[in-house]
């Protein structure tokens, strides 16, 4: 038995799932030419079984799942977002398409309002997000947390916490360096903590 003989299965003989297109029509027509009768015209066309035409149609409601609320959807399960957090500006358009801020600011680096910083922000001439960075920078909060709670992309925040630092409106705390204190430091603090 061969795949082109009349009597290869249609499924499962070469690992398909189903036939080709030519083998399935040959079965098809396989099948027709066994049950007509070429005495017939109307037997090359399809009729549907009479037991289907006899059945009446059953449309019962198919009952929800137990608890689930009936009628209309119910609204009070939908997360709402307050109108006051949803911005429609790209935040691009926040930081005057600029990327990259002229400070160097880590995630991790503290910025702390300084004392003439309102004058500086109110002679700023751009939109309300400079003025609510610096009104989050009146106590001590690093750029990651700002960015967190102005609700804007890190990138942005750093954009214009840079800008407010360059304009002199915060002050941007160092971190820590990654070398830390030096070995004379160390052994003089050492020394000293012997002799208490």
């Known amino acids: 038995m061969t795949v082109s003989d009349e009597n290869w299965p249609l499924i499962g003989a070469t690992g398909a799932r189903f036939g080709s297109a030519a083998r ?3 079965g098809a027509r396989n099948e027709q030419s066994s049950t007509a009768d070429p005495a017939s015209p109307e037997s090359t066309e399809w009729v549907p079984p009479a037991a289907a035409e006899e059945m009446p149609a059953q449309v019962d409601a198919v009952p929800g ?3 689930a609320p009936s009628g209309a959807h119910d609204r009070s399960t ?19 398409g600029r990327t990259v801020s002229g400070v160097d600011l880590p995630l991790e680096a503290l910025v702390v309002a300084s004392a003439d910083g309102d004058a500086v922000v109110d002679g700023m001439p751009a939109p309300d997000d400079p003025r609510r960075v610096f009104a989050l920078c009146s106590e001590p909060r690093s750029v990651a947390e700002i960015a967190s709670l102005a609700s804007i ?3 942005v925040a750093r954009v ?15 971190t820590a360096g990654s ?10 603090v050492l ?4 002799t208490i």
Do not use: K, Y
């Open 24 to 26: 399935r029509g040959r």
């Open 65 to 67: 799942p137990v608890g």
């Open 78 to 96: 939908e997360w709402v977002v307050p109108e006051d957090t949803v911005s429609i500006v790209r935040p691009f358009i926040l930081t005057g």
């Open 153 to 155: 992309p890190l990138g």
């Open 160 to 174: 214009l916490v840079g800008d407010l630092a360059a304009a002199g409106a915060v002050t941007v705390h160092e």
């Open 179 to 188: 070398t830390g204190p030096d070995r004379e430091l160390m052994q003089r």
């Open 191 to 194: 020394d000293g903590l012997r």
